[in-house]
């Protein structure tokens, strides 16, 4: 199938979908859930369960940092990890487009096999179907995951005098796709910190047993994200202008297009709420790990103005950081 494309007989159900199965989709994940050929899989799991969802529709597919596959299985095992959970297995449901180069295929499974190597989560059960030339964009993703709860943890457990503690830069995930679509020059330094966070968010949770929620600002950025635990926590958020680490790229790139980095979206990034007493033994262990080496403590929560989040500037006024009224950026995940 090297110089074949994706035809809709391939989503058919019939001999050429399962060529596709047995010759692309199997060596990319084959393990012994999948080789069952089933439709689910029966899976071993003891104790409280998360559960959750995602579709991914990025454009462009490929770019400074990885691809849609990649994406795909950082951000189902992101959710995961930021409910208190150990992700351990999740789902692939392909939409492919007539047309598809096979071999574009195969790097974007390749990257999802490494990406979920690296999260060490196994991909068990999927499905495939194929749309008709300009009823999709090339490919679409569906994952869905499941892990085991170490200690759940939830918006509502927020209190106020709690730091809010940020694992790195804001925006590059945004910033990086943003500028690959508009055909923006960039340095090589700057790319998708698109990252699995199923390591981190446990290293988190053993230092900081006082972490109340732990977030990852994705669609909306820091901005949608602090907006949405501010109200449900019923707490006021106050930001520290000169602690938000933004590169100088992504800052360039807002500013041209209009943006605040606030609002832009992470891939690899988190948010956690904890108690002022372990935070400085918490920022020591996140720099310790390749995903946590930039984090920081960007601000605090308060009981006064609860459900709004303000930005202390470097004149010492207050600004406040609305939710974003929609999806700035577009097919970012």
Do not use: W
Not at 52 to 76: E, N, Q, W, Y
Not at 96 to 106: K, N, S, T, V
Not at 183 to 211: K, Q, W
């Amino acid at each position: 199938m090297e110089n074949e494309k994706i035809t809709l007989a391939h989503g058919a159900g019939g001999s050429l979908s399962q060529a596709l199965m047995e010759s692309v989709i199997l060596p990319a994940f084959g393990n012994e859930f999948l080789q069952k050929m089933h439709d689910g899989a029966a899976l071993d799991l003891g104790g409280k369960t998360a559960f959750t969802t995602d579709s991914f529709v990025v454009a462009p597919r490929f770019f400074p940092g990885g691809d849609i596959g990649k994406l795909a299985v950082c951000g189902t095992v992101n959710d995961l990890a930021m409910t208190g959970a150990v992700p351990r297995y999740i789902s692939c449901a392909l939409i492919l487009e007539e047309g598809l180069p096979i071999e574009e295929l195969r790097r974007i499974l390749h990257s999802m096999k490494e990406a979920a190597a690296e999260a060490k989560v196994a991909i068990v059960t999927g499905d495939t179907k194929v749309v008709g030339k300009g009823a999709a964009d090339g490919i679409y993703i569906n994952t869905a995951g499941i892990g085991e709860i170490e200690r759940a943890m939830e918006p509502q457990n927020v209190r106020a005098d709690m730091d809010v503690i940020l694992s790195g830069t804001l925006g590059d995930h945004a910033a990086t796709v943003m500028a690959e679509r508009h055909g923006i020059e960039i340095p090589a330094t700057l790319h998708s910190d698109c990252a699995p966070l199923g390591d981190l968010a446990a290293l988190m949770r053993r230092t900081a047993p006082s972490i109340a929620c732990m977030r990852d600002p994705t669609r909306g950025g820091a901005a949608a994200v602090l907006n949405e635990i501010a109200c449900a926590a019923q707490v006021g958020v106050i930001l520290d202008e000169e602690a938000l680490p933004v590169r100088e790229e992504v800052e360039g790139i807002a500013a041209f297009l209009g943006f605040d980095p606030l609002e832009l979206a992470n891939e690899g990034k988190a948010i956690a709420f904890c108690a002022p007493e372990e935070t400085a033994a918490l920022l020591a262990a996140m720099r310790e790990h390749p995903y946590g080496r930039n984090a920081c403590c960007i601000g605090r929560t308060t009981a006064e103005e609860p459900g709004i989040v303000a930005l202390r500037t470097a004149l010492g006024g207050l600004r406040i950081v609305d939710m974003p009224l929609g999806n700035l950026v577009p097919r970012i995940c």
